[in-house]
C-alpha cells in the first residue's frame, strides 16, 4: 500500500476501529455485562480502543485492530446467544458506517471529499469482512464457536501466537486480499458515479462538447499556450449499453448537420472500414477485451473529426457493460497530410462535388 493511500484510508479506519471497539462495549451492556463499561470502553475517544499490537500491525502490514472489548460470559443471561450478539456488534457498526459513507456519496460533494468519505466506507467494508475470519485476535474467533455446536466461545491464550503468525502470514501471502477483492468490487459497485464536467478552454470548437448527462468530460487542446492550437480534445464517461447506438447516432447527427461528411476508411487504418462495426481485440495478457468503434469525419477545409468508442471488459463476463469513454479529436489538415492526400487519390468519388440538375441540363 502506497504512503498516499495509507493516508487516504487512515481518517476512516480510525472511525472504524473506535466505533467497532464501542460498539462491543455497548451491545455488552445493553445483554447485561458491563465489564466494558468500567474499564472505560464506551467512549468515542480513539485512544481508548487502541491497540499496541494492532498499531504495530497496522504499520508493518498495512492492517491493524482496536484493543479488543473484554466479556465476561457469566453475566449474560443466555452466554452463547449472547457473547455471539455482543461479537457481531463490532462488524454490524462498520457495514453501517459503510453504508451510511454511500449514501452520503450520493450528496454534490467536492472531489476530495468524495474521495476521502469513498475510502472511509472501503475501510469499514474490510473491517467488517475481516473481522469474520475466525483468527484470534479478529471477532470471527468469537462468532464461529458460538454459531458451531459443541466448540467453546473462548479461545485459549497458549493458541494466541499461534493465531497471530497464521494471520500474518495470511496477509502477507494474500489470502485474505483473494478474500477480499470481491467483496471490494461489490463495494464500489454500488458507489454512484460524480459527474465532474471540466469546463472548456475558450473557443473550443462547439461539435466536441459534450451532452450534458455525461458522467465525467475533460477537454484539452495542444499546444496549450499557442495563440492557434492545431488539436482540440475532448474525453467523456457515459453509461450506455452496448453498442450505445444512442451515442453513436448523437455524434454522426451533430457532425452531418454541421456539414461534415464520414470517411469510408480510417486514415491510419485504410484496410479498416470505419464506422461500421465494433473491433475487438485483447490485452496482452488476454485477461481484458476492448470494444472500439471509430470514424474519422472531414469537412470543406480538410479539417478531420476523430470519434473512438471504447468499452473496456474482464473476460468470462458475457457482455461489455454499460460503462463507456468517448474521445473526439480535431486535427488540422497538417497533423494528418500525408494520410489525406493518400486517401483522396484513392478513393476521388468522395470528393467530387455532384452537378445539379440544372447545371446538367444547361451542359446537354
Not at 473506535?18 to 465489564?35: F, N, P, Q, R, Y
Not at 457498526?93 to 460533494?109: K, R, S
Not at 457493460?321 to 479529436?329: A, K, Q, Y
Not at 440538375?357 to 446537354?364: C, R
Request: include cysteine; charge should be negative; aromatic fraction near 10%.
Amino acid at each position: 500500500m502506497s504512503l498516499e493511500t495509507a493516508f487516504w484510508f487512515l481518517p476512516g479506519l480510525v472511525l472504524g476501529l473506535t466505533i467497532h471497539e464501542a460498539a462491543h462495549a455497548v451491545s455488552a451492556k445493553w445483554l447485561g455485562d458491563c465489564t466494558a463499561e468500567r474499564m472505560g470502553r464506551i467512549s468515542l475517544n480513539p485512544f481508548k480502543h487502541l491497540s499496541a499490537l494492532g498499531t504495530l500491525a497496522l504499520i508493518f502490514l498495512g492492517f491493524g485492530w482496536g484493543k479488543p472489548v473484554l466479556v465476561n460470559l457469566y453475566n449474560f443471561r443466555k452466554p452463547k446467544f449472547y457473547y455471539l450478539l455482543s461479537s457481531l456488534a463490532g462488524p454490524a457498526a462498520n457495514l453501517v458506517i459503510a453504508a451510511a459513507m454511500l449514501g452520503v456519496l450520493h450528496l454534490p460533494l467536492g472531489p476530495l471529499w468524495r474521495r476521502g468519505i469513498l475510502y472511509a466506507g472501503l475501510i469499514n467494508l474490510i473491517l467488517a469482512v475481516v473481522n469474520l475470519v475466525p483468527v484470534p485476535p479478529l471477532d470471527g474467533s468469537k462468532i464461529w464457536p458460538c454459531l458451531i455446536p459443541g466448540m467453546r466461545p473462548t479461545a485459549s491464550r497458549r493458541w494466541s501466537i499461534i493465531w497471530l503468525v497464521l494471520l500474518i502470514v495470511s496477509l502477507k501471502t494474500g489470502a485474505i486480499g483473494r478474500l477480499l477483492e470481491p467483496v471490494l468490487d461489490f463495494g464500489l459497485g454500488l458507489v454512484p458515479r460524480a459527474k465532474i464536467h471540466m469546463a472548456p478552454p475558450e473557443a473550443f470548437p462547439e461539435i466536441l462538447l459534450a451532452s450534458a448527462d455525461v458522467l465525467e468530460a475533460y477537454y484539452w487542446m495542444e499546444p496549450e499556450d499557442g495563440a492557434e492550437p492545431n488539436e482540440f480534445g475532448a474525453c467523456w464517461e457515459s453509461v450506455e449499453p452496448y453498442p450505445a447506438n444512442r451515442t453513436i447516432s448523437t455524434l454522426q447527427n451533430r457532425l452531418a448537420q454541421a456539414g461534415w461528411r464520414r470517411l469510408e476508411y480510417l486514415l491510419d487504418e485504410p484496410n479498416r472500414p470505419g464506422g461500421k462495426e465494433w473491433a475487438i481485440s485483447r490485452d496482452e495478457e488476454g485477461s481484458v477485451q476492448y470494444h472500439r468503434w471509430t470514424e474519422h469525419w472531414i469537412n470543406d477545409l480538410d479539417q478531420v473529426v476523430f470519434i473512438e468508442l471504447e468499452y473496456m471488459i474482464a473476460l468470462g463476463e458475457e457482455d461489455p457493460g454499460n460503462e463507456m469513454e468517448v474521445c473526439l479529436l480535431l486535427l488540422e489538415p497538417c497533423k494528418m497530410r500525408e494520410e489525406l492526400d493518400l486517401y483522396k487519390k484513392s478513393r476521388p468519388q468522395e470528393f467530387t462535388t455532384p452537378k445539379s440538375d440544372n447545371e446538367s441540363s444547361q451542359g446537354g
